[in-house]
């Protein structure tokens, strides 16, 4: 029999639903059964927006009289001393309050992969992609679409998104993006900015995809990620060196093989933050189980 745990949420992104919660946190639903009730909650979980707007610092919620629980997967840092408990990308947080979980492990769940997909054992490639490489982005960030005119003048590089459109769009939602970049060799993978554990779907996607990612972002992101299998522009001194080696790697087919089969974490192992056990047990210590 599951617990049942009746929620009260606010602050949250338009269309979010209390469900969203079991597809980001698969683990929920083995031990809860989790109910929408503003008036009477047993927890309040809230997030960073107003008006479908980020706010930053994050907003306080209604005092409910019973523990609350700050939850985004925003480059936003959390407040202690406004929260029980809180879920972020936050690397620098050492409090048994706080729980590290960054955008990517929480996006596989929404669209119904898990981080084990990218274990060796269960990875899969096609043939190479027929096309050199993707870009899809819907924010303009100015490294991001300098990288891609850098990319772009040695090669084509395809952009169904609103950031550098140069096609047709391609839909919505990762099935359609991981189709998309089935196609191509490589995908630029940048981030929307760079801050220390702030790792989004972007290399993930690319991976599921048999795509290899080109990436810039949180310099930390090896911590998590096998180094190997993607090139980071934090190891080149330009853009210009950088998109010089993707050509490189390009024309060499083997390397390329070999760059595409490298194991996706380091020694082919999950990293803590997508531990769904260790997930569970915060969500346990949330509910006051622990």
């Known amino acids: 029999m599951r617990r049942i745990v009746r929620i009260a949420v606010y602050h949250f992104w338009k269309g979010f639903q209390l469900e969203e919660l079991y597809a980001r946190f698969p683990c929920l ?9 503003q008036e009477h909650p047993d927890l309040v979980v809230f997030s960073a927006f107003a008006d479908n707007v980020r706010q930053d610092p994050m907003p306080t919620p209604p005092d409910r009289g019973v523990p609350t629980l700050f939850l985004t997967n925003e480059s936003l840092a959390p407040d202690l001393t406004r929260c029980d408990f809180a879920i972020t990308f936050r690397r620098d947080i050492d409090n048994p309050r706080h729980l590290r979980i960054p955008n990517w492990v929480q996006r596989l769940g929404y669209w119904g992969y898990s981080p ?40 084509p590089v395809d952009s169904p998104g609103l950031s550098m459109n140069n096609m047709p769009g391609i839909g919505h939602g990762t099935p359609a993006k991981l189709e998309f970049l089935r196609h ?51 190891n080149y001194r330009s853009l210009d060196e950088m998109a010089d080696a993707v050509i490189t790697l390009d024309m060499n087919t083997a390397a390329w093989q070999r760059k595409r089969g490298e194991p996706v974490y380091l020694n082919d192992t999950l990293p803590t933050c997508a531990d769904p056990q260790r997930t569970l047990a915060f969500w346990e210590t949330v509910l006051g189980e622990h």
């Open 29 to 37: 639903a083995l031990k809860y059964q989790l109910i929408a009730d």
């Open 184 to 234: 191509r060799r490589f995908t630029i993978a940048f981030e929307n900015e760079s801050s220390d554990g702030y790792s989004t779907e972007k290399l993930p996607d690319a991976w599921l995809a048999g795509s290899v990612p080109l990436y810039w972002g949180d310099p930390l992101v090896a911590l998590d990620f096998n180094p190997d299998a993607y090139l980071d522009l934090k």
């Open 116 to 155: 084990d997909d990218l274990l060796c054992c269960r990875r899969s490639f096609g043939e190479p992609g027929n096309r050199f490489c993707g870009y899809l982005c819907r924010n303009r960030v100015p490294l991001r679409e300098e990288f891609f005119r850098t990319l772009a003048r040695r090669a």
